[in-house]
């Protein structure tokens, strides 16, 4: 298997630009997890998904974040417009449906808004 | 809610010599536990996980943990350190859906020769 896959690695923008990140899954994983990366906060939640159902967005940071899974291979976290607070690494990761705990994690997107 | 805490936020050993990165967690039940790690400019990759089945735990590349619920800890340790274990360290616990997952601050791992 491929693992989780993220795109871009890298994203340099603009202050006001829209930005799209993107993550496919593994394949057969039911949930799927957006989290933010930064020196000052750590690892956040963003938001995650069950069976493409959005479950838990209580860690989106504002309304400039949209997340959408419109299938089970494709998901995407948007921000518009973005601000240079944004920068940051963004990680998509994925798991099955048995709880064992472990969560398959992309290799992140970093994004950098000037 | 469970949550823990990541006693070193930065922690220096020479190469061959033990590592210990320490964890105390906060629960109020037998809680899920696990280490991930981050090497440079990758995503996470678990370590190792305790779920209550045996106290000391083996993870990869020669890490284990054992829990001890007597002082709420779950600390990772390693026999002898490589230049290749230089990397962020994660103490990790369920969130509260149990499904997603809430991490501590992080532990930075530096290996000198």
């Known amino acids: 298997d491929a693992g989780v896959i993220q795109s871009p690695r890298h994203e340099v923008t603009e202050m006001g630009q829209e930005v799209t990140l993107r993550c496919k899954p593994i394949s057969g994983h039911d949930y799927l997890f957006w989290y933010r990366q930064t020196m000052m906060r750590g690892l956040e939640l963003l938001i995650y998904f069950n069976n493409n159902v959005p479950i838990d967005d209580s860690g989106m940071p504002e309304d400039r974040f949209s997340a959408k899974m419109p299938n089970a291979s494709f998901s995407t976290l948007k921000i518009q417009p973005s601000e240079p607070r944004d920068s940051a690494v963004y990680f998509c990761?994925?798991?099955?449906?048995?709880?064992?705990?472990?969560?398959?994690f992309g290799e992140g997107s970093r994004l950098t808004v000037l | 809610a469970q949550s823990v805490t990541q006693l070193d936020s930065h922690v220096s050993v020479s190469e061959g010599t033990p590592v210990l990165l320490r964890c105390n967690y906060s629960?109020?039940?037998?809680?899920?536990l696990f280490w991930y790690v981050q090497h440079p400019n990758k995503g996470l990759q678990l370590l190792l996980k305790?779920?209550?089945?045996?106290?000391l735990v083996k993870g990869i590349n020669g890490f284990e943990a054992e829990f001890k619920k007597s002082e709420t800890s779950f600390h990772l340790t390693k026999p002898s350190a490589h230049m290749s274990d230089a990397a962020e360290y994660f103490c990790v616990v369920p969130g509260n859906s149990g499904y997603a997952l809430n991490f501590g601050k992080g532990t930075s791992l530096l290996v000198t020769p």
């Open positions: 629960s109020s039940y037998s809680p899920s």
């Open positions: 305790y779920t209550s089945a045996a106290t």
């Open positions: 990761a994925s798991r099955g449906r048995m709880n064992t705990g472990e969560l398959f």
